[in-house]
């Protein structure tokens, strides 16, 4: 079955580390999105790339990184220069730029600090 | 710039009960809507969505949605409720620029009592 593949599903960080969440499609979909998720503040937008070797910063980037050096992997990395990095973190994909296109989500990988 | 508001942020009903959760949103260029709905520690799943043509939109699960563009509203409804259709809902709104992302509402968490 296509779909998006997100790991960890839980992942713990220490003060001071970077950490990568994984983010892998199957659907030959041109475009992929990171969100985060907060209680009560719905989804709020990370990094999005429409093609490979291309992405754009979304309205929360700061103390975060991606590449696109596949079409079907878009990793996210948490810098230590996040400072509230606990979060709920789900990447999406969708067939291409287009906006009338719907997006497919992963299940998500929940961060938190220890 | 679009924004969409969510109104409730928590909606109860009893089963077999009507469900309306509701949607407004802001938009200068015409809208693409969305509802997604989401289980608990899960990603999100496209319940329906509208683009161009038909205003009442029909989903799955038996939801569908009204475009009303005099409200700029779109509010979803589904005729009785089920025990399974308790989890948050998203409204989302993107425009007909290409690449343009989507802006999601900040949820609204069903409850559905026997």
């Known amino acids: 079955d296509g779909g998006i593949t997100q790991s960890p599903k839980y992942l713990f960080r220490k003060e001071g580390q970077n950490v990568t969440l994984s983010c892998e499609q199957n659907?030959?979909?041109?475009?992929m999105y990171w969100y985060r998720q907060d209680p009560g503040q719905g989804l709020r937008l990370i990094y999005y790339s429409q093609i490979v070797n291309d992405f754009q910063k979304g309205d929360i980037a700061e103390g975060y990184s991606v590449s696109r050096e596949k079409k079907e992997s878009f990793p996210l990395t948490v810098t230590s220069a996040q400072k509230n990095p606990t979060a709920f973190y789900l990447c999406?994909?969708?067939?291409?730029?287009?906006?009338?296109?719907?997006?497919?989500f992963g299940d998500g990988t929940r961060l938190s600090i220890l | 710039a679009q924004s969409v508001t969510q109104l409730g942020s928590h909606v109860s009903v009893s089963e077999g009960a009507l469900v309306l959760l509701r949607c407004n949103y802001s938009?200068?260029?015409?809208?693409?809507l969305f509802w997604y709905v989401q289980y608990p520690n899960q990603g999100l799943q496209l319940l329906l969505k509208y683009t161009t043509g038909a205003t009442l939109v029909k989903g799955i699960n038996g939801f569908e949605a009204e475009f009303k563009k005099s409200e700029t509203s779109f509010h979803l409804t589904k005729p009785s409720a089920h025990m399974s259709d308790a989890a948050e809902y998203f409204c989302a709104v993107t425009s007909n620029q290409a690449g343009t992302a989507l802006i999601f509402g900040k949820g609204t968490t069903l409850s559905v009592s026997s």
């Open positions: 659907l030959n979909h041109d475009a």
């Open positions: 999406a994909s969708s067939m291409g730029p287009s906006s009338n296109q719907p997006q497919h």
């Open positions: 938009s200068s260029v015409p809208p693409y």
